[in-house]
């Protein structure tokens, strides 16, 4: 059974940093492009990022782009997202997906002074 | 970006109901959008892909269609447990975007 589960959200002050993690069970985690994907409670759903299978290539929205960077570990099942320069916009349910197909039940990051 | 439209942003309905929701693309995304259904509290789960392909282990009821622009989603059938979020998404231009998402209540 595919399995995602993200942790590494809370509270943090407007320009705080966050490093998200999203660790990966189920399936060959090497072999799946792998993506974040943010809603504000209560809104709609925003890509924020995603990264190829060997982490050479890796893609971000404009909202976030220079702020967060997105990383893998493929000896460890690992996906994670460093989330600097934090802003209150960016309060969210932070989700990790495999391809946009299988999600994890999500991490909120709180922005907040 | 490409914008991707969906209506109605709310509906009504009852079980046993036939509804269909429509997204439209800004432009032309072939049939690269799926549809996902997001239930309160929960994680999306994608309902079908390539337009009209079910997801394993989705019920039949749901079903897509449309190719170029525009496309839909219909649930034939309407049951309890379909009442939630539903959002389209693109995929055939980064950034991928999702529609704004169709409420289903009773």
């Known amino acids: 059974e595919v399995q995602l589960v993200e942790s590494g959200g809370g509270l943090v002050q407007p320009g705080g940093s966050l490093r998200l993690s999203c660790v990966a069970s189920g399936f060959t985690f090497s072999r799946d492009w792998m993506h974040w994907v943010r809603q504000v409670p209560g809104k709609g759903l925003e890509w924020i990022s995603r990264i190829n299978r060997d982490g050479t290539i890796t893609e971000y929205a404009d909202s976030v782009k220079g702020r967060f960077t997105i990383s893998r570990d493929n000896a460890e099942n690992m996906l994670h997202l460093q989330l600097n320069g934090l802003r209150v916009d960016d309060t969210a349910v932070y989700y990790c997906?495999?391809?946009?197909?299988?999600w994890g039940q999500g991490t909120l990051v709180s922005v907040s002074s | 970006d490409i914008q991707m439209t969906q209506s109605p942003s709310s509906l009504s309905a009852s079980v046993g109901d036939r509804v269909t929701i429509t997204c439209r693309a800004s432009q032309d995304i072939r049939d690269y959008l799926g549809w996902y259904q997001q239930r309160p509290g929960k994680a999306p789960k994608r309902l079908l892909y390539?337009?009209?392909i079910l997801q394993s282990g989705v019920p039949s009821r749901f079903s897509g269609s449309g190719s170029g622009t525009e496309f839909t989603l219909t649930i034939s059938s309407l049951q309890p447990e379909d009442f939630a979020t539903y959002y389209c998404?693109?995929?055939?231009?980064?950034?991928?975007?999702f529609g704004q998402g169709t409420t289903l209540d009773i």
């Open positions: 390539a337009a009209s």
């Open positions: 997906s495999r391809d946009m197909v299988a």
């Open positions: 998404l693109q995929h055939n231009t980064y950034p991928v975007t």
